[in-house]
Structure formats: structure tokens, C-alpha cells
């Protein structure tokens, strides 16, 4: 995703960082690899999507050139594959925004009252830094400025607000509600109204001089991620784009003990085989590390996958948390944009599985509380991907309300099966795999009492 500085001392960057790696013992490379993966996958993922997004022409998922809006008009099925748990609420547009030349300007229209938008600016941390949208700018149109983190130029006439990036690489996604099929024209109309220019065209001024072509690597596919430690290699290509912030220097500079380091070469065939090894055990270590977080944080519901969403001080440092939520769902928002409760396991503890059948029963007062929408989506795993079935149905959602059936008492009970409940119930089925799946439960710009933690998602009650 980064630009390659120049090759002629690549040798010479491989040598010091076999030497740094030479100086430490296995056992101190092994953890230094644990935490420098934990750190740096949601960085390297975000890369992979990325460079399907706006490097790879070839790819199934190219969207658009950089600092180009892309908008897709339709909502996410099973043929989509690029981005694990993926939103089928909201049709998504996206802009990969370059800023090393000058800041962008977002430009959005008026959006209905009762349509929920949204702007949530990515940095190449995976840091949630910003929004554009109905809960943080209202419904009114606006042009927003988005700055890299060397640009000092004061707020130009005509712009609401200036959004400060500190990378100078980032990911924008929108959403645009859609109520329903029907819907999806007055969605296109709304898209066509997001714009997006460079900071001189708004102004009606010269563009400054381009910046430097960038020579993009090749991304790792997942499962290289998971084992190769050529992962450190693109983790150093990102790092030279990523200023050291002032709370990290401690932790960049013991990466930098094993050849982790920003525009240097982690070679790992130039690794002693005891070093080598130390290091394909600390990334090892790392998927153990998140195993364990995942069965006793996010399955018992110590906490959400959203804790590992957000700003830099709202993550304070816990990497754990952010690899978590990457590795479920990258890219997911802020708990205060929107809460994501999941369903890994039954109310028994047991694994999620479409051999068994399941209910979940909301109470007449129990739906989930938003100021927008809700909704209930099905994912079969590992993939974390739609799940294809013969209703062409991936989830439930607050705006089929209308054509659900209620409970004698008002309440609303969903069938959560591989096969039909029966025509009476199939209003309220929302269909799994026959393998092992999760569900995503998602609440778009949360009330305070899902905040808080007084409203509690429903069990999910497996059918003997």
C-alpha cells in the first residue's frame, strides 16, 4: 500500500537487520515476534483488502484508483470475499485517500431525515479517527477536510471541519441505509451526491507537484498471513508510512531488536535456523494468545469484538483487542457509531453449529434500542463470510418488522436452523449453513441503555 523507498541499500538494510536479530536470544525473539504480529496484523490485513481495493486492477474486488469515490449499489451476498463479516445493511462506497500530496475534501449531501449515513475514516493503524455522518455531523450537507499529518494550512472557506489523519494513507467507507429492495434507486441517488476532490480543485487553485509513484508490494493471501514470516517484511514496508507516535516509542523500538522496523528488509531466509524457528513460534503464539481471548473475553461476553474498534486512546494500547476484532471483522466501527454483539456460542457455552437448531426471543420490550437500525447476520466460519441459502436471506433486520411475526405476548422469537421450521415460521427464519457459523448482531448509533450495558442482547437457546 506504501511507496518503496529507494532499492539501491535494500542489501545493506537486509544485513542490519539479520545483525540486530543475531543479537538477541531465541527465546527474547520469540516474544518480540509474539507482540510485533499482534500489533501488526490488523495493519498487514487491512493492507491485503486494500491492495484488492485500489492496486489490483485484476482482482475480483478492484474498486477504484486512489482518491476515487467507488460506489456500490447493492448489498454484500456470498460472492463477496475480500472483507471477513461484511455489512449486507448498508450499501457501502469506498475511497482509498493518498495525502502525501494535499488533504481531500468530502463533500456530502443532505440526506433524508430517517436514513442513516455514515463516513468512518480508517488509518493505516485500523484506528477508527474520525466520522462523517447522521450521529456525529446530522443529515445536512457539508464538505469536510481530510489532512495528512504534514499538512499545516488553515481551514479554506466552504469547509465545516478538518479531519486530521496520522498516517497519510487511509481507508473510507460509507453506508447509506437501505429500507429494502425497492429502495435501492433512492440509495444510488444519495451516492451520486458523495464527492470527493483534491483540496486544490475545491479551491479552484493549481495542483501542487504529484507525489512520488508508490511501488506497492504483493499482499500476503490469509493464510501466508497466519505463518509466514515474510508478514514481518510487509509489516516493515507499512511501518515507514506510519510516524512513530510519542506513546509507542518504546514498543517500535523493541520491534527494532529483531529487524522490525520501518523501510528496513526482515529477511527471513538470512535468520540463523534457531532464530528462524524462535519467530514462526511467536506468531504461533499469537494466534494462541488470541484463541484464549476469544473463549474467555468475547465468547463468555467479558467483551464485545466492537471493544477493539476505535480511536487510538480508546484502545489504549491493548493490541490484543485490535488483532481480535480484525481478525472477525475488520473495519468493524466505534461502539458509539455502532455495537456489534456476537454469537460464537449457545446459551449452553456450546459452539454455534447448523446441525442443531436455535431460537432467540425478544421480549415486547426487549428489541434492541437505536437511534437508526438494527440487524442479525448469519456468517459461516472459518470464512466468516454470507452464507449462501435458498431464501437468498443473510439476516434480519429492524426494517422487516412489518412482515414478522409476533409472539401471543407481543414478543418477536427467530429460527436460527440449516433447514426450515416449517412454512408458519419461515417469516421469522434466518437461515445457517450446515457447518459451524456466528452470528453478528449489529446496532447502528446505539441508544444510551445498549451503552451502558441495562439493555443485554437475547440467548441464544439451542432446540433439543
Known amino acids: 500500500m506504501m511507496l518503496l523507498l529507494s532499492s539501491a541499500p535494500l542489501a545493506t538494510m537486509a544485513l ?3 545483525a540486530r536479530a543475531a543479537d538477541i536470544t531465541p527465546d ?3 516474544a518480540i515476534a509474539k507482540e510485533a504480529y499482534i500489533y501488526g496484523f490488523p495493519m498487514v490485513d487491512s493492507y491485503r483488502v486494500q491492495h484488492s481495493y485500489f492496486v489490483d486492477k485484476g482482482s475480483p474486488e478492484y474498486k477504484a484508483p486512489w482518491n476515487e469515490i467507488f460506489n456500490n449499489a447493492r448489498v454484500y451476498t456470498p460472492d463477496d470475499k475480500a472483507i471477513q463479516t461484511p455489512n449486507s445493511d448498508t450499501p457501502y462506497s469506498y475511497v482509498g485517500a493518498d495525502l502525501r500530496a494535499e488533504p481531500l475534501v468530502f ?7 430517517g436514513r442513516y449515513y455514515s463516513l468512518q475514516f480508517i488509518d493505516m493503524y485500523t484506528f477508527n479517527f474520525a466520522y462523517v455522518g447522521s450521529r456525529a455531523t446530522g443529515n445536512g450537507a457539508g464538505s469536510f477536510l481530510l489532512a495528512g499529518p504534514n499538512w499545516q494550512g488553515e481551514k479554506p472557506e466552504g469547509i465545516k471541519d478538518i479531519i486530521r ?6 481507508f473510507v467507507l460509507y453506508r447509506t441505509q437501505l429500507f429494502g429492495p425497492d429502495d435501492i434507486e433512492n440509495v444510488k441517488s444519495i451516492q451520486a451526491g458523495y464527492k470527493v476532490e483534491p483540496l486544490s480543485a475545491f479551491l479552484g487553485k493549481p495542483a501542487p507537484a504529484a507525489a512520488p509513484a508508490i511501488d506497492f508490494r504483493k499482499p500476503l493471501t490469509p493464510d501466508e498471513q497466519k505463518t ?4 514481518f517484511n510487509v509489516l516493515n514496508f507499512l511501518l515507514q508510512f506510519t510516524p512513530v507516535n510519542p506513546v509507542e516509542t518504546d514498543i517500535r523500538a523493541r520491534f527494532a531488536k529483531l529487524g522490525i522496523e520501518g523501510g528496513k528488509t526482515f529477511d527471513p531466509n538470512a535468520l540463523s535456523p534457531e532464530t528462524r524457528a524462535a519467530v514462526e513460534g511467536g506468531m504461533a503464539d499469537a494466534w494462541a494468545a488470541f484463541k484464549t481471548f476469544k473463549e474467555t473475553e468475547l465468547d463468555t461476553g467479558k467483551k464485545t469484538s466492537g471493544d477493539g474498534f476505535g480511536t487510538r486512546e480508546h484502545l489504549n494500547g491493548d493490541y490484543l483487542s485490535r488483532m481480535s476484532s480484525a481478525v472477525l471483522g475488520i473495519y468493524g466501527n466505534s461502539k458509539q457509531e455502532a455495537m456489534y454483539p456476537a454469537y460464537f456460542t449457545d446459551a449452553g457455552h456450546q459452539p454455534t453449529s447448523g446441525a442443531n437448531r436455535y431460537t432467540m426471543r425478544f421480549a415486547p420490550d426487549g428489541l434492541p434500542p437505536v437511534n437508526a437500525f438494527w440487524s442479525l447476520t448469519m456468517y459461516k466460519m472459518p470464512e466468516s463470510l454470507l452464507s449462501a441459502n435458498k431464501l437468498n436471506r443473510y439476516l434480519i433486520n429492524s426494517d422487516m418488522l412489518p412482515d414478522l411475526k409476533k409472539d401471543a405476548d407481543g414478543g418477536l422469537t427467530l429460527y436460527i436452523q440449516n433447514e426450515s421450521p416449517g412454512a408458519d415460521k419461515e417469516a421469522n427464519w434466518l437461515p445457517a449453513p450446515e457447518g459451524p ?7 447502528y448509533w446505539p441508544k444510551e441503555e445498549a451503552l451502558d450495558g441495562k439493555w ?5 437457546e439451542r432446540v433439543n
Open 16 to 18: 542490519q537487520s539479520t
Open 437 to 443: 457459523f456466528f452470528m453478528a448482531m449489529r446496532l
Open 456 to 460: 443485554k442482547a437475547p440467548s441464544l
Open 228 to 231: 509466514s514470516p515474510e508478514f
Open 165 to 170: 489523519s496520522e498516517t497519510e494513507l487511509v
Open 28 to 30: 527474547e525473539a520469540r
Open 107 to 113: 463533500t456530502v449531501p443532505e440526506v433524508d431525515q
